[in-house]
Every structure is written in structure tokens, then in C-alpha cells.
């Protein structure tokens, strides 16, 4: 069985930009959570999607935005990028909602210059 | 508010023994979980309690005190390829997402 997948690995972009970086979860969950991972913050979590709806959104700023397909798949989009939005963005997928057990991807790694 | 406490940074002998420590502060309870991640990899899923008392697995357990606000996650046997980050993490409600410490560095050494 496949693990969650995140596309693309790394990614540099520069101020004012915008950015999409995809999810693909283990077949069969339907439950994706986002989270952005930083040395000093730790994880923060971005927001949740079960069923292409958003069940639970973190206090992140309205530039953060996603979505989520009825394939599972989800995306996440940051507008107007800041640089203090480097960090890794991890993903994560469960079978249900608020399930015991995340399955985290390897992550993307933005730079914002 | 929820507050997660663990240090931020550990090391220890290659087949010692050691204790990480997590305090949390939150509004409600359903579940503490540890996770493992290796540097430049995902987080890996360790243990999960949701009741007082210890967990075993293996080489790892995990405890819990809800009254406290406390657990702990126990290594025996270090080896060398336990040096990675320890994240605790807790969920306040029933359909809440995760709330994760910052981590806890652990560093293994011969």
C-alpha cells in the first residue's frame, strides 16, 4: 500500500508569489489534515478535509487555503507569500475524521526569498 | 487555551535508558499520541493513550496521567538510530484536530 504523497519535494519561490502543493493520501482514507512545521513553532495545524469539506481550520491567516477533491486528494494554495512562510508543509491522512492513528507524507519544503 | 510542554532537547547513551516528558494544558481530553521523525522524514506514529497507566511496545512505552496533565515516553535499549525528534500531541475533543508540542530532540551517543 502506497504512503501519502506530497508533491512537489522542495519548492523556492519568492515574495508575493503564490503556491499550491499537493496531497495524495493511502487509498482508502478519506480524512486529510494539513500542518506547517517550523524550528520554533513546532506543528501548526492549517486545516482539515473529510468528504471535499473542511471540517476544522487552524488560526492561520485567509492567504492559506485548500481544498480537496472526491478522489481524496487535496491541495493546499498560499497566496501572496511571505517569508515568513518558509517552512514544511506535511500532510496527513486517516481513515476518518479525528481517526487515532495520522499517516504524515514526507512533506514540502518551501522557500520564500 | 492549549498549551504542550516537552523539552526541547535530550541526549543519551547508546543502550541506556530515557524518559521524555510531555505536560499538557487544554480544555478537554481525548487522546495523547507520540510520534517519531527522523530529521528530513515524516513524523511516525509510537503510541497513543487515551486512559491513566502505561503502554508498552516493545522498546518503547508510553504513560499517562490525565489528572496531572502529564505523560511520558520511555526508551530502553537506546540505539543509535533513535536519535530523531519526539513530538507529543494532544486532541481535546472528539472531532478536533491534533495539537503538537514542539518536539523534543533526542540525541544518541556512543
Known amino acids: 500500500k502506497a504512503g501519502v504523497t506530497q508533491t512537489p519535494r522542495y519548492l523556492i519561490k519568492t515574495r508575493g508569489q503564490q503556491v499550491t502543493l499537493s496531497c495524495s493520501p493511502i487509498s482508502g482514507h478519506r480524512s486529510v489534515s494539513w500542518y506547517q512545521q517550523t524550528p520554533g513553532q513546532g506543528l501548526q495545524f492549517l486545516f482539515e478535509y473529510f468528504s471535499e469539506t473542511q471540517r476544522n481550520k487552524g488560526n492561520f491567516p485567509g492567504r492559506f487555503s485548500g481544498r480537496q477533491f472526491s478522489n481524496s486528494r487535496s491541495e493546499m494554495n498560499v497566496s501572496t507569500l511571505e517569508l515568513g512562510d518558509s517552512a514544511l508543509y506535511l500532510c496527513?491522512?486517516?481513515?476518518?475524521?479525528?481517526?487515532?492513528?495520522?499517516?504524515f507524507g514526507s512533506g514540502t519544503q518551501l522557500s520564500v526569498l | 487555551g492549549q498549551n504542550i510542554d516537552q523539552p526541547t532537547e535530550m541526549t543519551a547513551t547508546e543502550g541506556a535508558i530515557v524518559q521524555i516528558n510531555c505536560t499538557y494544558q487544554t480544555s478537554g481530553f481525548n487522546g495523547l499520541f507520540w510520534y517519531q521523525q527522523h530529521a528530513g522524514e515524516a513524523p511516525t506514529f509510537l503510541s497513543y493513550n487515551v486512559l491513566d497507566g502505561l503502554e508498552e511496545k516493545g522498546r518503547f512505552s508510553s504513560f499517562l496521567s490525565r489528572s496531572k496533565g502529564y505523560s511520558y515516553l520511555l526508551l530502553k535499549e537506546l540505539q543509535m538510530k533513535d536519535s530523531a525528534s519526539y513530538l507529543c500531541a494532544v486532541r481535546d475533543g472528539g472531532n478536533t484536530p491534533l495539537v503538537f508540542g514542539k518536539g523534543t530532540r533526542l540525541s544518541v551517543i556512543a
Open positions: 496527513a491522512s486517516s481513515l476518518q475524521v479525528s481517526d487515532e492513528k495520522l499517516f
